[in-house]
């Protein structure tokens, strides 16, 4: 039981992580868009 409970533990870890650093991701890229299309607007 053990075994399992660790073996899951440690997948949940993994994908909580993955999903961390993907909303970190999914912000920067918005941030990234939001800064450049401002600046176009500023340009034209």
């Known amino acids: 039981m053990w075994a399992v409970l660790t073996v899951v533990g440690f997948a949940f870890q993994g994908l909580l992580w993955l999903a961390i650093i993907g909303i970190i991701l999914f912000v920067g890229t918005f941030l990234f868009g939001v800064i450049r299309s401002r600046t ?4 034209s």
Do not use: S
């Open 40 to 43: 176009r607007r500023r340009a």
